[in-house]
C-alpha cells in the first residue's frame, strides 16, 4: 500500500471526487481526516472507509474561515500525531456571469475556493515541514479553458494553479512537494450544477464529454 501509516487531511471529503479520493487514500493504506462543511457528508464518507477496513475521522470545516481551519489542525493532531499529506479539494461553483454574480457570491467563492488553500497550507505547512509532507490543490482544466456563466469559478482555478507554482518553489526546498491537478469534466456535483444551469442540460452534458480524449467525462474515482 502507497500511503501506509500515512495521515492524509481531505478538504471537501463529504461528496464527489473528495469522497471518492478519501476512499481511495485508505484503500492505500492512509489514516484520513475527512474534513467538509457538511456534517452529514463528512460522517458519511468516514463510514463508508470504516466499512472497507480503513480509519478515518470527520471534523466539520468551513475552509473560507481562519478559526475553523484552525480547529481542523488541531483536531487532526489529536486523533493522530503526525500530518503527511494535504488535499486542497473544497470548492463552490457559481454558474454566473461577472455582472450576474452578487458581491456576496463573489467574495464567498474566492474565500472558499483560494483562499481555503491558503488558509489549509498557511496552517498546516509547519507540520507537513516535519515530515516533508504533500500538498496537491484542486485547481480544473477551466484554468486554462474557460466556459460561459462560471466567471469566478475560472478566475480562482487559474489562481490556484499559480499560487501553486509559488508554493512549490518556497517550500520545495524543504521537502514540501507541492502540485495540483487539473481535471476536465467529473460526473460529480460541481458539474452536475454546471449542466443544470444551462439551457439544455443533456446537450450540455453530451457536448462537454466530447471535449475529452476518452469521448466522455471523468468519474470521481479516477482523479482519487
Known amino acids: 500500500m502507497k500511503l501506509k501509516d500515512r495521515v492524509a487531511v481531505i478538504t471537501g471529503a463529504g461528496s464527489g471526487i473528495g469522497r471518492a479520493s478519501a476512499l481511495e487514500f485508505a484503500k492505500e493504506g492512509a489514516r484520513v481526516v475527512v474534513a467538509d462543511i457538511n456534517r452529514n457528508g463528512a460522517v458519511e464518507t468516514v463510514k463508508r472507509i470504516e466499512q472497507a477496513g480503513g480509519q478515518a475521522h470527520a471534523v466539520t470545516t468551513d475552509v473560507a474561515d481562519a478559526a475553523s481551519v484552525q480547529n481542523l489542525v488541531r483536531e487532526t493532531l489529536r486523533v493522530w500525531p503526525q500530518v503527511h499529506v494535504l488535499f486542497n479539494n473544497a470548492a463552490?461553483?457559481?454558474?454566473?456571469?461577472?455582472?450576474?454574480?452578487?458581491v456576496e457570491e463573489w467574495n464567498r467563492e474566492i474565500a472558499v475556493n483560494l483562499g481555503g488553500i491558503f488558509l489549509c497550507c498557511k496552517f498546516f505547512m509547519p507540520h507537513l515541514r516535519k515530515t516533508k509532507g504533500a500538498i496537491v490543490n484542486m485547481s480544473s482544466v477551466n484554468g486554462f479553458f474557460v466556459e460561459p456563466i462560471c466567471a469566478g469559478?475560472?478566475?480562482t482555478k487559474a489562481a490556484i494553479i499559480g499560487l501553486t507554482k509559488a508554493m512549490a518553489i518556497d517550500h520545495g526546498k524543504e521537502g514540501i512537494r507541492v502540485n495540483c491537478i487539473c481535471p476536465g469534466y467529473i460526473d460529480a456535483g460541481l458539474a452536475e450544477g454546471y449542466f443544470e444551469a444551462q439551457p439544455d442540460p443533456a446537450a450540455a452534458r453530451a457536448a462537454a464529454g466530447k471535449l475529452h480524449a476518452l469521448g466522455r467525462i471523468g468519474r470521481p474515482e479516477e482523479v482519487g
Open 92 to 102: 463552490i461553483q457559481i454558474n454566473k456571469t461577472v455582472e450576474e454574480t452578487e
Open 153 to 155: 469559478y475560472c478566475a
